[in-house]
């Protein structure tokens, strides 16, 4: 026997025992281990693994699996990346918001399916809550009807909703709003004060500690509506309509005090002396911020809610001339023969009031128990 034919009977010999012995070497489960979580939103996010060993045996099925609770398996969510060995990367997805998920990969060959020994966990991130403004119904020259309703808390509580409104597109709480403060996802909010003949933008908001969600714009047109001293108007009677024919101010129907006095006597309130139409809003808040005494004439308009308004002032002084001409000779408003309060300051002992019967102004002692009617502007 030559000795190339020897030399290769024995390598044929020792490929067929190394074949052999590594045949004879167990399949065990794989050994694998799990990425970094990445790109976490509310709803997604990435990882992957890496496949260490393969247990002697083909890859058949690799991917992750993950739970809400700790140890996932792929009898929970799973996603799925295929097989071999090759590292691998996936995406998670419809994940709840501010969530906690745990995440594991996992490995299948023969031998059964295996987990990373490192089991990660991430926390989805938070959304701002989502909502539908669905319908803006019973509209007349000066109200509607507007009704939300949240769809997606987006993983934490509301705080606040509403719907916010301007005659501009895409209103923001930043423009006009009105609070909803019952019911659980829908809600309905009566907005008042509105202009006649004009074409509004409203949409639902809520508000939670991820911030500001909005729902989809509508838009509705008030009827056109004639605005006219004497009417019964958004909580009281016009008295006074400016060239516009759309602002002006209301009268309650009725007083609101027959004994109170003005307040602060001996003190000079700053910026309350103001005596022309109009002006009475800037008194009440001049007076209620330097005057702190309760029960004043001031503070009984300011605190004051009527017809779902609650914008009410003291008239000043001006004021009460418009009342006596538009109101009182015309037999509106029920005024009684006593002092009625102006918010008009004189000095820091007195301040002007007006008798309708008489149409006269007086410069009054502050601790007078005079009557209060209070008045809004539109």
């Known amino acids: 026997m030559s000795f190339r034919l020897f ?3 024995l390598f044929l010999q020792f490929t067929v025992a190394c074949k052999k012995q590594h045949d004879n070497i167990p399949v065990t489960l794989a050994s694998l281990s799990t990425n970094y979580v990445s790109n976490i939103t509310a709803s997604s996010a990435i990882s992957g693994g890496v496949i260490i060993y393969d247990g002697e045996a083909t890859i058949i099925s690799k991917g992750l699996c993950y739970s809400t609770a700790a140890h996932p398996t792929i009898a929970d969510n799973v ?6 060995t090759t590292a691998f990367t996936c995406t998670m997805k419809g994940l709840l918001p501010n969530t906690t998920y745990y995440v594991r990969a996992y490995a299948t060959n023969s031998a059964g399916t295996a987990y990373s020994t490192n089991e990660l966990f991430f926390n989805t991130t938070l959304i701002t809550p989502t909502l539908t403004t669905i319908v803006t119904s019973s509209v007349t020259g000066n109200n509607a009807i507007c009704i939300g309703k949240v769809t ?3 993983g934490s509580a ?3 909703r509403g719907v916010c409104y301007s005659t501009n597109v895409n209103p923001t709480i930043t423009d006009s709003l009105l609070l909803s403060v019952s019911g659980t996802d829908s809600f309905s909010v009566n907005l008042t004060g509105l202009l006649s ?15 500001v969600g909005y729902g989809n714009e509508i838009s509705f047109t008030t009827l056109n509506q004639i605005i006219a001293v004497g009417q019964n108007y958004n909580g009281g009677i016009i008295f ?11 009268a309650a129907a009725t007083d609101q005090s027959t004994s109170a006095d003005w307040g602060c006597y001996s003190s000079a309130l700053v910026g309350t002396t103001g005596a022309s139409p109009g002006s009475g809003t800037q008194n009440t808040i001049d007076i209620i911020t330097g005057c702190a005494t309760t029960g004043i004439a001031a503070e009984i308009c300011s605190s004051l809610t009527l017809g779902g308004f609650t914008d009410w002032v003291l008239p000043s002084s001006g004021d009460m001339t418009y009342m006596y001409t538009n109101l009182y000779l015309n037999g509106l408003g029920n005024f009684s023969t006593r002092n009625y309060w102006s918010s008009t300051q004189f000095d820091g002992y007195n301040a002007s009031s007006f008798i309708f019967n008489t149409n006269t102004h007086s410069n009054s002692n502050k601790n007078s128990p005079y009557s209060v009617r209070a008045i809004r502007s539109f």
């Open 152 to 154: 997606n808390q987006g």
């Open 240 to 250: 006074y309509v400016d060239d516009t024919g759309r602002h002006g101010l209301i």
């Open 7 to 9: 030399y290769t009977l």
């Open 158 to 160: 509301i705080t606040e």
């Open 79 to 84: 996603v799925n990346a295929g097989n071999g």
């Open 197 to 211: 003949n004009t074409i509004y933008y409203v949409r639902a908001y809520a508000k939670s500690i991820a911030g």
